[in-house]
């Protein structure tokens, strides 16, 4: 019996693992996503500066 609970307890760990990995790759996605819009839109900013359309 104890080699049963080893077995689910090793199951659930890497269900748990699983899980944790795809929510911080969902995060680390949406973070980049955000760095890149961010920095996109900061370049628009500096180059209307500079051409003096603001």
Avoid: D, M, W
Avoid at 6 to 13: C, E, F, H, N, P
Avoid at 37 to 45: Q, T
């Amino acid at each position: 019996k104890p080699k049963i609970i080893y077995k689910i307890s090793i199951q659930i760990a890497k269900h748990i693992l699983l899980s944790l990995t795809n929510s911080i790759s969902k995060i680390h996605r949406t973070l980049q996503v955000r760095t890149t819009l961010v920095l996109l839109f900061n370049l628009n900013y500096f180059f209307k500066v500079e051409n003096g359309h603001l």
